[in-house]
C-alpha cells in the first residue's frame, strides 16, 4: 500500500517478464504507478525476433475494481498516426499511391490540393487543413462524408507546401480518404488485414462489437491522483491555430473517446486502440526492414520512403516546437525515441508511445488510460525510454 498526499492506493498487480539484464525497466515500470499518474498500463520491447519485454499491470478504472488484463485494449489516440502511415506504405507499395504525385491527381476536388501540393506534403501535415473553419461537434466526426466534404472546401489555414501545423484530427480524415479513392476500402480495412493481421498485432483502427468488450476507459489528467498546477497550466500560451486544430471539437477523454461510437470509428489520426505488445509487433516489423517473426508486411524499400525526411527543423505552427517527420510518422527529435537518428513512430495525447530503432532494431510499445499533462517534459514514456538505453549502454 502506498499514501500519495492524503489518498491511499494499493499497489498494482504488476504481470509480464523481461529479459535477463532489463530488470531496471520493470523497476521504472512498477514507478510510474507508485510515483507517478499510470492507473492501469503495459509496456512491450521487442529486439530483432525476440519480446524482451512485456509487462501489464495495475487496474482499467480510477476505482481500481478492474485489473489490467494481458489484453487490454486502450485509445492510444495519435498513436494511431503511426498505424495509418504504415497501411498507406502499404498502397504505395501496390502502386496505388505515389508520395511524390499532386494529390489533385487522386482528390482533385480537394481545395487545399489545387496548386502542387504532395501525397507526402499532406502526410507529413504540411496542407493547411489543420482543422475546418466550421464548428464541429464530436459526432460529427463519426460521419465521413460530412467530414471529408467540410475539408474539401476548407479554405487552407496556410499556403500547402509552405509550412508545417499538426493536423491533431483531420489527417485521419485526409489520409484515410485517399486510402479509399485510391483502393476502395477503409483505412481501417487494410491495416486490419494487410498490416495487423499478419503480424497478429492487437492493434486497430474501429473496433468489432466483440474487441470493444475489452477496452479501458480513458481518464482525464484533472481526475489523477498527482494533479497538474492549475496556475501553470493557466500560463501557457498557445498558438492561435492550436485551438482549430485540437478544440473543435473538445473530445473528452471518458465521456466522448471511451464510448462506442468512438470505439467504432475509423479516424486514424486519434482513435486507435491496442495493446502495448500490438504496437509493438507493428514497430518490430519496422524496424527489421518489414519483417517480423518470419512475417512480411512491408519491403525496406517502402520503410525508407515512409521515413523520409519531409519536415526538418522547422516550427509546427499548431504546437509551437520543432518536430522532424516522414511521410506519416515522426522522425527522432531530440532524443525521444533514444539516441539513434533513424528511429521514428509517434507518441499520443495523454501519454501512449510507439517507435522503432532500425539502427539498433528495437521495438517499443507502451499505452495507459491514465491521461497526464506534462510542463517539463519528464514523461512516464520517456522515463521507460531513457531506461531502456541506459540499460543498454
Not at 495509418?84 to 507499395?93: I, L, M, P, R
Amino acid at each position: 500500500m502506498i499514501i500519495i498526499g492524503r489518498m491511499t492506493y494499493d499497489l498494482p498487480p504488476i504481470q509480464g517478464r523481461t529479459a535477463s539484464g532489463l530488470e531496471s525497466i520493470r523497476d521504472v515500470f512498477i514507478a510510474n504507478f507508485i510515483e507517478s499518474v499510470d492507473v492501469g498500463a503495459g509496456l512491450c520491447i521487442t529486439h530483432g525476433d525476440d519480446i524482451v519485454v512485456d509487462l501489464w499491470g495495475g487496474h482499467q478504472d480510477l476505482a481500481q475494481s478492474v485489473p489490467w488484463c494481458e489484453d487490454t485494449l486502450v485509445n492510444v489516440y495519435s498513436t494511431t498516426k503511426g498505424f495509418g502511415a504504415a497501411a498507406v506504405a502499404w498502397a504505395v507499395e501496390q502502386g496505388a499511391l505515389d508520395y511524390d504525385a499532386p494529390v489533385k491527381a487522386y482528390w482533385p476536388v480537394l481545395r487545399a490540393a489545387s496548386g502542387g501540393l504532395t501525397v507526402a506534403q499532406l502526410l507529413s501535415h504540411q496542407g493547411g487543413l489543420c482543422g475546418v473553419s466550421d464548428t464541429l461537434t464530436v459526432e460529427d466526426l463519426y460521419d465521413w462524408e460530412k467530414m471529408c466534404a467540410l475539408l474539401e472546401r476548407q479554405e487552407p489555414f496556410w499556403s500547402p507546401g509552405t509550412a508545417v501545423g499538426y493536423h491533431a484530427i483531420t489527417w485521419g480524415y485526409l489520409a484515410g480518404n485517399l486510402i479509399r479513392i485510391v483502393t476502395g476500402r477503409t483505412m481501417g480495412d487494410v491495416f486490419r488485414t494487410e498490416i495487423a493481421a499478419p503480424l497478429r498485432a492487437d492493434c486497430h483502427i474501429g473496433l468489432t462489437e466483440g474487441e470493444m468488450t475489452r477496452v479501458a476507459p480513458m481518464i482525464a489528467a484533472g481526475r489523477a491522483r498527482i494533479l497538474p498546477d492549475a496556475g501553470q497550466l493557466a500560463a501557457i500560451e498557445r498558438p492561435a491555430l492550436h485551438s482549430v486544430a485540437l478544440d473543435n471539437p473538445i473530445i473528452r477523454p471518458y465521456g466522448d473517446a471511451s464510448s462506442r461510437p468512438w470505439q467504432a470509428a475509423e479516424i486514424a489520426a486519434s482513435n486507435g486502440h491496442a495493446t502495448a505488445r500490438g504496437v509493438a509487433g507493428l514497430y518490430a516489423a519496422l524496424a527489421c526492414g518489414g519483417v517480423f517473426q518470419g512475417v512480411r508486411v512491408l519491403k525496406s524499400a517502402t520503410i525508407d520512403a515512409l521515413t523520409r525526411e519531409e519536415v526538418g527543423e522547422q516550427d509546427d505552427l499548431v504546437l509551437d516546437r520543432v518536430l522532424r517527420r516522414g511521410r506519416g510518422v515522426i522522425l527522432n527529435t531530440g532524443g525521444e525515441y533514444g539516441p539513434s537518428a533513424r528511429a521514428f513512430g509517434h507518441a499520443g495525447a495523454g501519454g501512449s508511445l510507439g517507435f522503432a530503432d532500425p539502427e539498433h532494431g528495437i521495438a517499443f510499445g507502451y499505452v495507459m488510460n491514465q491521461m497526464q499533462t506534462t510542463l517539463d517534459g519528464d514523461t512516464r514514456a520517456g522515463r521507460l525510454v531513457r531506461a531502456l538505453y541506459d540499460t543498454l549502454g
